[in-house]
């Protein structure tokens, strides 16, 4: 099992930055993956990020690509997505995610087994 606390959210106007964290507890995460989805009201839940444990590789949206950067800190056992340039329709529920990594297929909620509670983004105009 692995328990996922996320952390960070809030209230931001439009052009500013947040960072989310994740804490992971419960297991070692070096053969997994880490993912960040968001959920709008009345919207599925989307893909954000994803960054492999083990090969530091990481992958993007098209939508956050260049204003958002997935990373990780070994140490404490924690991930983070540092959001820039926030926009209106970043207003959103994020979500982090774990799952085995299999090398692929970061963007789908399938391939992750474990989830956080989330933290709500708002961002106003």
């Known amino acids: 099992q692995v328990q996922l606390v996320e952390s960070g959210g809030g209230l931001v106007q439009a052009g500013g930055s947040l960072r989310l964290s994740c804490a992971a507890s419960?297991?070692?995460?070096?053969?997994?993956?880490m993912g960040w989805f968001r959920q709008a009201p009345g919207k599925e839940r989307e893909f954000v990020a994803a960054i492999s444990w083990s090969t530091g590789s990481t992958y993007y949206a098209d939508s956050v690509k260049g204003r958002f950067t997935i990373s990780r800190d070994n140490a404490k056992n924690t991930v983070y997505l540092q959001m820039n340039s926030l926009k209106p329709g970043d207003t959103a529920l994020y979500y982090c995610a774990a799952g085995y990594d299999s090398g692929g297929y970061y963007y789908r909620r399938g391939s992750y087994d474990y989830w956080g509670q989330g933290t709500q983004v708002t961002v106003s105009s």
């Open positions: 419960g297991r070692t995460l070096s053969r997994y993956a």
